[in-house]
């Protein structure tokens, strides 16, 4: 339950490599409404904490109230990491979360451990790699660490060349977007582009943007003064322009 395409593409289609039925929602409302419904039995859920129309701490609660739920595992899939971060999804009723940008081995590994034997119904090793980067050659190069992101995708060149095209396309207009919601006043729309940005951008390795977005984020989610969060704007349009400018490039190395 991801309402970010490119997290929820990741995310989706490792689990399928492995040979897990994936079912998807867009927002949270319709996350409780699958559920809830009966329809599918879900055996765990991905959490996306920023969803529209609902967000995952009340989606988890409105499932929760409904006992036929009270053992199924719910992973929050969260940029943030604090001990007060923790607390809130454990609280909402979240077993555990899962750190964006996604490490898939990490993600995998975690779903495991809440997954009896008679519920598994997929197998560890079933990850295509298809990349032979080294670890030894992380780093941030030009704004960018690509093999971090590699790393966190399994080395699956394929998904990886894919997922910058996604970003790329899903990106053209944000900027405009952005400018365009904070004009109106629409704060709850620009906060959460800037964090779909920031967590998409730490997806592919676009490390400097993403801090950007990070920055941006919090000033409009803190309401500061319109001229440092314009400014902020300005930076991360530049910014963004220029990641979305190189990433041919990139995707032309893998």
């Known amino acids: 339950m991801e309402d970010n395409d490119i997290n929820r593409e990741l995310a989706s289609e490792y689990l399928r490599y492995t040979g897990a039925e994936v079912y998807l929602a867009d927002n949270g409302g319709k996350a409780v409404e699958m559920i809830i419904s009966g329809a599918t039995r879900y055996d765990l859920v991905l959490m996306d904490i920023q969803m529209p129309v609902m967000d995952g701490f009340e989606a988890t609660r409105q499932i929760r109230s409904d006992s036929r739920y009270d053992n199924m595992p719910i992973l929050a899939m969260t940029a943030h990491a604090t001990y007060g971060d923790s607390q809130k999804i ?16 990490k993600m995998y590994e975690l779903i495991l451990t809440f997954l009896s034997h008679d519920n598994v119904r997929f197998e560890k090793g079933q990850f295509p790699v298809d990349s032979d980067f080294s670890a030894s050659e992380s780093g941030t190069v030009n704004g960018f660490d ?3 992101a590699l790393d966190r995708l399994d080395g699956n060149n394929t998904l990886f060349k894919r997922l910058l095209r996604r970003f790329a ?4 207009r944000t900027p405009a977007s952005l400018t365009e919601e904070l004009r109106s006043g629409n704060v709850e729309n ?3 582009i800037a964090h779909t940005v920031k967590s998409s951008s730490g997806t592919i390795g676009a490390v400097d943007l993403m801090n950007l977005a990070g920055l941006l984020e919090t000033a409009i989610g803190n309401r500061v003064a319109s001229e440092q969060t314009q400014e902020l704007l300005a930076r991360f349009t530049t910014e963004l322009e220029r990641v979305v400018g190189e990433l041919p490039e990139i995707e032309s190395r893998y």
């Open 146 to 148: 690509l093999v971090a």
């Open 190 to 192: 620009a906060y959460r």
């Open 90 to 105: 454990l609280q909402a009723g979240m077993n555990a979360h899962i750190i964006k940008p996604i490490n898939v081995k």
């Open 169 to 172: 396309e899903k990106n053209s």
